[in-house]
């Protein structure tokens, strides 16, 4: 079986969540922290009982029994990061976003498509249960054509975003917490992008011009200079439809990852309550909120494929849907959390499984490529008064992405 030695790259909040998980991984062979901050770091170690610690990145990508990466760095500093490591001969994962500028983008995916290596984006959406669910349903034609999509990510920074911004950018963590909201679309976008296959072809954005007292979103204090706490994009789809984004950070609102989607044939559209399917006939609509509920899966406790099949000692695995395709993870992963609506255990087996058979993830470059850029420009269309702006676009993947998803 292949054994892998990964290093986990940024010890912070996020990464706790994955540590476990890529530790407890049965194609893992050994794991290694780093961060830059010596205390953070010696910490970690304690905590996981982890024996190998290396300070850098920099560092990391020198040593050549490294196999692959886990990027849990702060959100601005992926792109370059990844492309280092992919140079190094790296494997890589990716916390979201991809990127933030155009540029860097482009030089991933074609650092990505020159070392022939494996990179994937963690995009939690990706295996939210209305997503799988949307997927599986497009797949089989229900749906018919997209007509149109809307997807939000809802998070108002008082609801933890001051010391999500503190702890990632320290002394200077105003000059980065006011980051314009769509430089980070993927949560939204993904969850259109991922069921359809279309991409976004242009784009026309309105900002929401900021006039809170703590100023982050003054001119001169952040970085971009940016104003937009709120941004909402409406976007032209390469199949002929459309969808409408919103990057929300200042609003009276609990907080909401979610989107609908209208078909030719069929509809979804989730609400707060729950979701629903919907056709033509009224007295058919389907009330999905059970169906999507993350309350646990009964798995059978039964060995396959070297791999194992998930069981809690309850019989149930925690935090999935009926969505998941439990069946498919290892053993190990039994009565460990995968937070995320179940969406971190998928994305690191997505991830191992890749690298171990050398294959494309789902979530590979080139898709984390249309997830993020249409955010970039959009963003570029809100500072020209909603001007309609053309999205580049870096092209399909090589070949087709592997698909572990299917339910048994
Ligand atoms: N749903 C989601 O997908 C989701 C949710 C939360 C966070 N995230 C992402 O996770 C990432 C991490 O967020 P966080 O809140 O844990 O950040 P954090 O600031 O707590 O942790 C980042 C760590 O990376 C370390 N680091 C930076 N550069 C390094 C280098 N070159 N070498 C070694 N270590 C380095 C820093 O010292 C820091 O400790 C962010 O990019 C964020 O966007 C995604």
Not at 226 to 251: A, H, K, P
Not at 263 to 284: I, M, N, P
Not at 320 to 330: E, I, N, T, Y
Not at 348 to 359: G, L, P, Y
Request: charged residues 20%.
């Amino acid at each position: 079986m292949t054994q892998l030695r990964i290093a986990i790259v940024g010890c912070g909040s996020f990464a706790q969540s994955f540590i476990r998980l890529f530790q407890l991984h049965p194609y893992v062979d050994d794991i290694v922290l780093s961060d830059l901050d010596a205390d953070k770091l010696a910490d970690n170690a304690d905590r996981w009982d982890v024996s190998t610690t290396i300070r850098s990145l920099d560092d990391i990508c020198t040593d050549s029994s490294i196999d692959a990466v886990a990027l849990f760095t702060q959100n601005w500093m992926h792109a370059p990061q990844a492309v280092q490591a992919l140079n190094a001969g790296k494997h890589v994962y990716s916390a979201v976003p991809t990127g933030i500028d155009v540029d860097e983008i482009r030089a991933l995916v074609d650092t990505v498509q020159r070392t022939g290596l494996v990179y994937m984006l963690g995009e939690t959406s990706y295996y939210y249960p209305g997503v799988i669910y949307c997927r599986r349903r497009f797949r089989a034609g229900d749906f018919g054509r997209v007509i149109y999509g809307e997807a939000e990510y809802i998070h108002d920074f008082d609801h933890g975003l001051y010391d999500v911004y503190r702890w990632r950018g320290g002394d200077a963590w105003r000059s980065v917490a006011g980051a314009p909201p769509m430089h980070y679309p993927t949560h939204s976008t993904s969850e259109i992008l991922s069921v359809s296959g279309a991409h976004m072809t242009h784009v026309s954005c309105q900002g929401f011009v900021d006039d809170h007292e703590d100023g982050l979103f003054e001119a001169g204090v952040n970085r971009w200079d940016n104003s937009f706490s709120n941004q909402t994009g409406l976007f032209r789809l390469s199949d002929g439809g459309s969808c409408r984004i919103n990057e929300f950070r200042r609003v009276g609102h609990p907080g909401a990852v979610r989107f609908s989607l209208y078909g030719t044939q069929a509809s979804y559209e989730q609400h707060v309550a729950g979701a629903s399917w919907l056709t033509r006939d009224r007295q058919a609509t389907e009330d999905l909120t059970d169906a999507l509920a993350c309350t646990g899966v009964p798995v059978a406790a039964t060995e396959a494929d070297g791999m194992g099949r998930v069981t809690a000692s309850d019989g149930t695995h925690e935090g999935m849907s009926a969505q998941h395709a439990v069946h498919r993870l290892p053993l190990s992963y039994a009565d460990l959390k995968s937070g995320h609506a179940g969406s971190h255990a998928f994305l690191v087996d997505d991830f191992i499984r890749c690298v171990a058979d050398n294959r494309l993830p789902p979530n590979h470059a080139w898709a984390a490529a249309r997830y993020t850029i249409p955010g970039l420009i959009a963003h570029e269309s809100s500072c020209s008064e909603g001007q309609l702006l053309q999205i580049p676009d870096l092209g399909d993947a090589p070949s087709d992405p592997v698909e572990f998803e299917a339910r048994p």
